[in-house]
């Protein structure tokens, strides 16, 4: 009978060893990790879209400050690709941001617009648009 004490005990001493040395790998695993997130966790891009280029244009926003934009370009690829900054800049001699961004429908748009209007209060607003971005 005490035999079979033993074996219980060396089992459950086997079992409590074991979970202690998951514990140690799962927090040896994630420290560092937690860690790295804590340091860089300001030049993470969150994932707010599905579109990658809208999530980049929100994150570089977020870092300008609101009182140094005169003019802002909004809309699809077509406005990201086609306005040229240092041309805007010259002509105008005013501060620029382009906020478009790829597959930004006519829609998404205007809700964008409101928002970020009330946020940087631009004297004036450019927008270059296709047929498609209707669609």
């Not at 560092?32 to 570089?60: E, V």
């Not at 809309?75 to 597959?103: A, H, M, P, R, V």
């Given at each position: 009978?005490?035999r079979?004490i033993?074996?219980k005990e060396?089992?459950?001493k086997?079992?409590?060893?074991?979970?202690?040395?998951?514990?140690?790998?799962?927090?040896f695993a994630?420290?560092?990790?937690?860690?790295?997130?804590?340091?860089?966790?300001?030049?993470?891009?969150?994932?707010?879209?599905?579109?990658?280029?809208?999530?980049?244009?929100l994150?570089?926003?977020?870092?300008?400050?609101?009182?140094?934009?005169?003019?802002i370009?909004?809309?699809s690829s077509?406005?990201l690709?086609?306005?040229?900054?240092?041309?805007?800049?010259?002509?105008y001699?005013?501060?620029y941001?382009?906020?478009?961004s790829?597959?930004?429908?006519?829609?998404?748009q205007?809700?964008?617009?409101?928002?970020i209007?009330?946020?940087y209060?631009?004297?004036?607003v450019?927008?270059?648009s296709?047929?498609v971005?209707?669609?």
């Amino acid at each position: 009978m005490k035999r079979s004490i033993n074996i219980k005990e060396q089992i459950h001493k086997g079992i409590f060893k074991f979970y202690i040395k998951i514990l140690l790998m799962v927090l040896f695993a994630t420290i560092p990790l937690i860690i790295f997130d804590l340091i860089t966790y300001k030049s993470t891009i969150l994932k707010l879209s599905t579109s990658n280029s809208f999530n980049i244009k929100l994150w570089k926003m977020h870092n300008i400050n609101s009182s140094k934009i005169n003019i802002i370009s909004i809309g699809s690829s077509i406005t990201l690709n086609n306005l040229n900054t240092e041309s805007i800049i010259k002509k105008y001699d005013s501060s620029y941001y382009n906020t478009s961004s790829w597959g930004f429908r006519i829609n998404n748009q205007y809700d964008f617009l409101k928002i970020i209007t009330n946020i940087y209060k631009p004297s004036v607003v450019i927008t270059v648009s296709q047929v498609v971005d209707y669609l």
